[in-house]
Each structure stands twice: as C-alpha cells, then as structure tokens.
C-alpha cells in the first residue's frame, strides 16, 4: 500500500514540474506573483513599526520561494 501512495506522489511531482513553465507564463500566475509582491511590501511596512510574527515569517519565506519560482520558470 506504501508503495502505491509513493508512486502516485512521486508521478505527481514529476507532472507538477513538468508544467510548471506552462504554468508561470499564465495570467493567473503572474497575478499571483504581483499580489504576493504587494503583500510582502506591505509587511514589510508594518514591521518598521513592530517585530514581525512567527507565521508572517514563515508567508514572507513560502511568498518568495512561490514568485522566484514563477520568475525562474517565465
């Protein structure tokens, strides 16, 4: 059973990164990646005026990884 489960994440990764590039080049993509950018900014804002919290780390961390990938893949 193990097994099963395994190959299926493993073709979906594999399908995942096979269509990213023709995911990247979408509007929705490009969307995604101004409004991921705006609310960074944002952030980045507020926190001048206080310490950031732990989940808007972890955001700002996978918001970046997503609009370097979509970047990368354009």
């Known amino acids: 059973m193990n097994s099963k489960i395994l190959a299926i994440v493993v ?6 990164v096979a269509l ?4 990247a080049r979408t509007a929705v993509a490009q969307n995604l990646r101004e409004d991921l950018t705006r ?5 980045a804002e507020d926190w001048a005026d206080r310490a ?5 780390l972890i955001f700002v961390r996978i918001a970046r990884a997503i609009v370097f990938l979509i970047d990368l893949m354009d």
């Open 52 to 56: 950031p919290r732990l989940e808007e």
């Open 39 to 43: 609310i960074e900014e944002d952030l």
């Open 11 to 16: 073709l979906a990764t594999v399908l995942a």
């Open 20 to 23: 990213l590039p023709l995911i």
